[in-house]
């Protein structure tokens, strides 16, 4: 089982594109600005019906927590996994969580070359957790392989 | 609202503990009564009531006025983000107090998590009620205030978010992990002493040292256990009314000297932070604005009781309400600590880590026995004291 987003008209469009392995900001049709998540209007310029752009997926962690106690039991299964906020190169920011990286055994200390740190390089990687549902993931830019066997990374 | 133009005039609370017999209703009526007692009024006088909503407010203003015959109320607000309805509520009940809306208005929050929901047991049954009868069909995620675009990610509870707010202050700020734990873990030994000495507090028999400390086990890196918050049955509620009023019933009323509330893009709580600076607990204007409306100083303030849901929150409040300039606390709590003999007190009855959690409600009553001279711990000839919660949800009290 799976925790699933729920979906709006307005943020169907970017669960929509990362089914399709694209990830999606909204822009303003008018001013140009971007931002995350999905808002009505441009918060800027206040126009109306913004757009959305494909954004490169590359970005930087901006922080992160190693989590070792599930606070739900959909997650039980995945602990420890690591929560992120990533500040996309385009400038939004997302929550996220981060796949491929040395989490340690133990608090701090690393199990391999991808140990997460703030200012870590990341990439976006797509991941379906649940029939029709896909996440954006990252993963280091000199990432490795996730060894969980969990869902195919598409390409 | 006017400086001193209401007061508090009552406190009371029900016992704290993991588990209670009494529903949250009953808890809700035994602390609202008490409160009354100590302010010398009869409870069919409350003629307002403010309150908490959401995460866990099963108690309505409703079921208060018909459990305990309150003929009528002529005010009611409630105000919502958890912890941060507490400077709301207090603010909503003196603005009522000061406009005559009512006269004597009740504050009260009642918690059973024994009953309902916990943030921190992997249940299902947390706040939004994420989780069904069947644990193994997928959980959707409400649109609401962004949470599907953190919920999937297993970012369900405020613990992981001050996880994350706490490596990136580290981060920001050159510390080592070495140097957060020294300060995170002052914090959480500090306020288990006094809790040690407040016959109310639910660790009061429980001794933690830097090697509990240490030892526990990571929640949410780098919290570790001591770092977050009880979970607990437990109510407190207060009693405000006007000034006249207030001299009339006690020789020493609690003046409510301000009280804020604030929200502004990406700092909802418990909302997802994903704009502006993460370290901002809410915009420095929220501060200012607290400490002209009760025209006093930070050096004013003898004590502070500070919301903390995690002991990284403390920590960041005493920069973020201008106590110690930003990026210094670390060192300022490792240095001078927190404790009855440091510059500022902090947290006196134990705080969520140690006395009881009840979204900051504790904290003012604290605050109450501090300003009155009555508190277990007992900061000398106390005139001023803040309460406050993470995102400027805050009120400056004297006496």
């Known amino acids: 089982m799976a925790v699933v987003p729920g979906m709006t008209d307005l943020t169907a469009p970017y669960w929509d594109a990362a089914?399709?392995?694209?990830?999606?900001?909204?822009?303003?049709?008018?001013?140009?600005?971007?931002?995350?998540?999905p808002l009505p209007r441009c918060p800027h310029c206040h126009a109306a019906d913004p757009g959305w752009r494909p954004v490169s997926g590359e970005g930087a962690v901006y922080t992160y927590t190693v989590v070792r106690h599930a606070t739900h039991y959909a997650f039980a299964g995945q602990i420890p996994y690591v929560l992120a906020i990533v500040e996309l190169a385009e400038g939004p920011r997302l929550v996220t969580a981060l796949v491929g990286v040395g989490v340690g055994v133990e608090p701090g200390?690393?199990?391999?070359?991808?140990?997460?740190?703030?200012?870590?390089?990341?990439?976006?990687?797509?991941?379906?957790?649940?029939?029709?549902?896909?996440?954006?993931?990252?993963?280091?830019?000199?990432?490795?392989?996730?060894?969980?066997?969990?869902?195919?990374?598409?390409? | 609202?006017?400086?001193?133009?209401?007061?508090?005039?009552?406190?009371?609370?029900?016992?704290?503990?993991?588990?209670?017999?009494?529903?949250?209703?009953?808890?809700?009526?035994?602390?609202?009564?008490?409160?009354?007692?100590?302010?010398?009024?009869?409870?069919?006088?409350?003629?307002?009531?403010?309150?908490?909503?959401?995460?866990?407010?099963?108690?309505?203003?409703?079921?208060?006025?018909?459990?305990?015959?309150?003929?009528?109320?002529?005010?009611?607000?409630?105000?919502?983000?958890?912890?941060?309805?507490?400077?709301?509520?207090?603010?909503?009940?003196?603005?009522?107090?000061?406009?005559d809306l009512a006269s004597t208005v009740v504050v009260y929050r009642a918690l059973s998590q024994s009953r309902g929901g916990r943030f921190g047991r992997a249940d299902g049954r947390g706040p939004g009620g994420a989780g069904g009868a069947d644990p193994g069909a997928d959980v959707v995620v409400p649109e609401q205030d962004n949470l599907s675009f953190a919920w999937p990610y297993g970012l369900m509870s405020p613990g992981q978010l001050f996880a994350l707010w706490a490596r990136r202050y580290a981060a920001v700020h050159g510390l080592r992990d070495e140097d957060l734990t020294r300060a995170l873990g002052t914090i959480a030994i500090?306020?288990?002493?006094?809790?040690?000495?407040?016959?109310?507090?639910?660790m009061r028999d429980r001794k933690l040292d830097w090697d509990d400390y240490r030892g526990a086990r990571m929640i949410s890196e780098p919290l570790r256990l001591f770092d977050l918050c009880l979970e607990n049955d437990g109510a407190c509620a207060f009693v405000v009314t006007t000034a006249d009023r207030a001299r009339a019933l006690r020789e020493d009323p609690v003046w409510v000297l301000s009280a804020t509330q604030t929200v502004s893009p990406?700092?909802?709580?418990?909302?997802?932070?994903?704009?502006?600076?993460?370290?901002?607990?809410?915009?420095?204007?929220?501060?200012e604005r607290l400490f002209e409306q009760a025209g006093v100083s930070r050096a004013d303030v003898d004590v502070a009781e500070f919301y903390d849901a995690t002991s990284y929150m403390p920590l960041r409040s005493l920069e973020s309400y201008g106590f110690v300039p930003d990026g210094q606390a670390w060192r300022y709590v490792t240095e001078q600590g927190t404790g009855p003999d440091s510059p500022l007190p902090v947290n006196t009855h134990g705080g969520h880590l140690s006395e009881a959690y009840l979204h900051g409600m504790n904290g003012i009553l604290e605050a109450v026995r501090q300003l009155r001279g009555t508190a277990a711990n007992q900061v000398p000839d106390a005139d001023v004291a803040l309460v406050g919660a993470p995102a400027g949800s805050a009120t400056i009290l004297a006496r």
Request: glycine residues 10%; charged residues 20%.
């Open chain 2, 190 to 202: 500090t306020q288990r002493q006094y809790a040690n000495r407040n016959p109310n507090a639910m």
């Open chain 2, 1 to 99: 609202m006017p400086s001193r133009t209401a007061a508090i005039v009552g406190i009371g609370q029900t016992a704290y503990a993991k588990a209670l017999p009494a529903t949250a209703w009953e808890l809700a009526m035994e602390a609202v009564l008490a409160a009354c007692a100590d302010a010398g009024v009869d409870v069919a006088e409350v003629d307002g009531m403010c309150r908490f909503t959401a995460p866990f407010e099963p108690v309505s203003e409703a079921m208060l006025v018909r459990g305990l015959g309150i003929p009528e109320l002529s005010f009611f607000a409630q105000a919502p983000h958890g912890g941060e309805a507490l400077g709301a509520v207090v603010m909503q009940a003196a603005a009522a107090v000061s406009a």
């Open chain 2, 266 to 287: 990406y700092r909802e709580p418990m909302g997802i932070y994903t704009g502006g600076e993460l370290l901002e607990l809410f915009p420095s204007a929220a501060a």
């Open chain 1, 19 to 37: 089914r399709e392995g694209r990830l999606v900001v909204q822009e303003c049709r008018s001013c140009r600005q971007v931002w995350h998540p």
């Open chain 1, 109 to 155: 200390e690393p199990d391999g070359p991808g140990e997460v740190r703030v200012g870590l390089p990341v990439r976006v990687v797509f991941r379906e957790v649940a029939d029709g549902v896909t996440l954006p993931y990252f993963e280091p830019v000199a990432g490795r392989a996730p060894k969980d066997g969990g869902p195919p990374a598409t390409p």
